[in-house]
């Protein structure tokens, strides 16, 4: 299984990742997600391909949605009304937002068994391939 090795991540309430030393990353990111979300409830009921797309795009949308209100400015709140500092804020703004894609993503993949990290790595060493602007494309 290859190495792992703890990361530090520096946020407000702290935390940490194992990150696999030969890039399986996204892969123990999966394996959390869906304990989150199993923990939440979000396995209890059956749900379609469509249902996990439809999800993946609200969150597409929030991310536009917070950049068109904020830019890219983190929102979160971190006192309450009365200046009390909020021990779990909820993050807000679109590198909040942009989180929640990747968390739908990789519950998506994980869903539909689809081995994102061997996905993203062929797909990106094709993308090299494919020259400027990938033959002309506008944007
Ligand atoms: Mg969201």
Known sequence: MGEYEEVRVEHDFGGKIRVHTDGGALEHMAEEVKQ?????GWFDDSRTFGDDIA???S????MLEAFRDFGVSDM????????????IPKPE?????????????????????????????RKLDYNKTRGHKHGGKRL
């Open 36 to 40: 989150v979300n199993v923990d939440n």
């Open 59 to 62: 969150e597409v949308s929030e």
């Open 93 to 121: 703004g679109v590198g909040a937002e942009a989180a929640d894609v990747l968390v739908r993503l990789l519950d998506t993949c994980h869903r539909y068994d689809i081995d994102l990290f061997t996905e993203w790595r």
């Open 76 to 87: 979160t709140e971190k006192v309450d009304e009365e200046g009390d500092v909020i021990q």
């Open 55 to 57: 999800l993946l795009h």
